[in-house]
């Protein structure tokens, strides 16, 4: 299977599993769906973004990237049983990191033999709304999740060497 091949599996793959582990983890129904699987100019990261390095021959970003409203309500329910001292922000990074762990994680394991293997770096995260215009031989894949508290975009940013872990171009 081609890379862009196995990459628009990917996202199709990791888009149900954060359906899914929205709804079942989280008790939130993802309402409508937004796709732009076809390359797209600009991308506008939201609140608080959480991205893996995905390697092997993919190499690409992938990442979560919450409205304020939507992460505040999973990190609420995420951490319902857990005392926690005051550093609230620090948690939530935490709690969106797990998200794109365990459904990335999921992802892969669901798509097995059915292309190259790859491995996932920590994930990041960035703490700011900003956008990202288009240059170079960059490739941006977006696809939004629309709930009722906000929405949710997964990305796929590649390919990677482009980028620094905060999403900056890097100097070439």
Known sequence: MESKEYVMLLIDVVEQRAREYLLDEIGLKVTRIERHLEDVTRLGLKYLTSLVAVGGNLQVYLAFSFDEPLIRKIFEVYT????????????????????????????????????????????????????????RDAQFLTLRLILDLGEMSILCIGPRELFDEQLNYREM
């Open 80 to 135: 319902s049983d857990v005392e926690l001292d005051d550093d609230e922000d620090h948690y939530i990074g935490e709690t969106a990191g797990d998200m794109i762990n365990v459904v990335v994680g999921n992802a892969l394991a669901a798509l097995g033999d059915k292309g190259p293997a790859i491995n996932l770096s920590p994930p990041l995260f960035i703490t700011e709304g900003k956008l990202i215009t288009k240059c």
